[in-house]
């Protein structure tokens, strides 16, 4: 018999069970399925200890995670292909598990011109609205505000090239201020965000 009771804890494969739930693998990769119902009954979840001794969670023998001392890796196919790893100390690499210098790694695959890595989408823009990304350069949790902001803002109702904003906080810390506008014609404008001409640069006001 291989299932046992005792205490109050029931074990599975050992005579002393530890805790409610004990299970001692047979063998590397042997613990607990699960599988689905109906019409994904053959699709399955396994949680076990592999032989290095870390926790495992697969999903059918094809994507899942592995719980390391150094932190959490993603992978599909069995483990074969690693997709990303979280670190401990707070890293993320995001298609690499190695050279995580940052707190957020994305590698993406090569060509011999410019490819997009990260793809930021308004789901619903509408004209003058758009995707940005910004940088903090404070401790303050404001959205938008105490920074820099790039943007790509929808200028048309159609899909025609959108315009390129650069904001900045203003001196006074009172909200972002836009410093520079990439028209999709190609026209550059500072201090206006309508340049008229490839570099057109609108003074201040004496």
Known sequence: DDSWFTGGNFGIGTTAPATKLTVQQSADDNGLRIYGYDDVASRYAELFVNSAGYTVLDASTDRGLAL??????????????HIGRWTYDGKLGVGTTSNLNSIFNVYGATSSG????????????????????????????????YGAQISAIRNSSDNGSPDLVFNLEKTDATGLAERMRIKGDG????GTTAPASKLHVKLDSA
């Open 114 to 145: 410019p490819t997009s890595i990260i793809t930021c989408m308004s789901a619903d823009a509408t004209v003058g609205g758009g995707a940005g990304i910004f940088f903090k350069s404070s401790n303050n949790h404001s959205l938008n505000r």
């Open 68 to 81: 390391k001392g150094h932190g959490i890796d993603f992978y599909v196919n069995s483990g074969g292909t």
């Open 187 to 190: 026209n550059v404008g500072i």
